[in-house]
């Protein structure tokens, strides 16, 4: 769908759940394969709700919306976000990753993030695999459901060894350490 179809649905959308906005923009993010919807609006937490809800819910809505539009086989991927929301989330996410990335390279040991939904596990596999600083960690996904979650381990390493657990997913943020207590993953 043309990004003015997307922008007419979502302003028809918006303003039916009567959810004030400015403006919408449509980018295509070649690199990521996806779709990027932005929002402006003066009221950005109703839009996002709590913890993403709402923003995940008019998301989930809109993607159905297109496809049926569409008539397309899956839904497209896009993201909706509002006011930048989603791309500081984004960023917790990588900053995440990249914490633990030392952890990882100090202990020798594998480490669990904490669960996550499929598009920031997806945001963590691509940062890790892309970044070159990164280059020695390798991730994969396990769990089941709400709780599947990102394993980072070093490239050398191939697996646990027999009785080897997790490292804990989270520790007390050391002082000055930013905590991702507030991440809507």
């Known amino acids: 769908m043309d990004a003015d179809g997307i922008k007419d649905i979502l302003g028809n959308l918006l303003t039916l759940l009567n959810l004030p906005f400015d403006g919408i923009t449509v980018s295509k993010d070649e690199t990521e394969g996806f779709t990027r919807v932005d929002i402006a609006s003066s009221s950005a937490s109703r839009i996002i709700g709590w913890h993403g809800e709402t923003l995940n819910s008019i998301q989930h809505i809109l993607k159905s919306i297109i496809r049926t539009k569409e008539q397309l086989e899956k839904s497209p991927f896009l993201v909706l976000d509002v006011d930048g929301y989603r791309r500081v989330q984004e960023d917790k ?6 914490q633990k990335a030392d952890f990882v390279r100090r202990t020798g040991t594998r480490v669990a993030l904490v669960p ?3 598009y920031f596990r997806r945001i963590v596999h691509l940062h890790v695999a892309n970044t070159p600083a990164l280059s020695d960690l390798t991730t994969e996904s396990t769990g089941e459901g709400d709780y599947r979650q990102v ?3 070093l490239k050398s ?3 646990p060894a027999v009785g080897e657990e997790l490292s804990p997913v989270m520790a007390e943020p050391a002082p000055g350490d930013e905590g991702f207590e507030n991440l809507d993953v």
């Open 93 to 98: 996410v990588r900053r995440m990753a990249e």
């Open 116 to 118: 996550m939904s499929p």
């Open 157 to 159: 390493k191939k697996g």
């Open 151 to 153: 394993v980072l381990r």
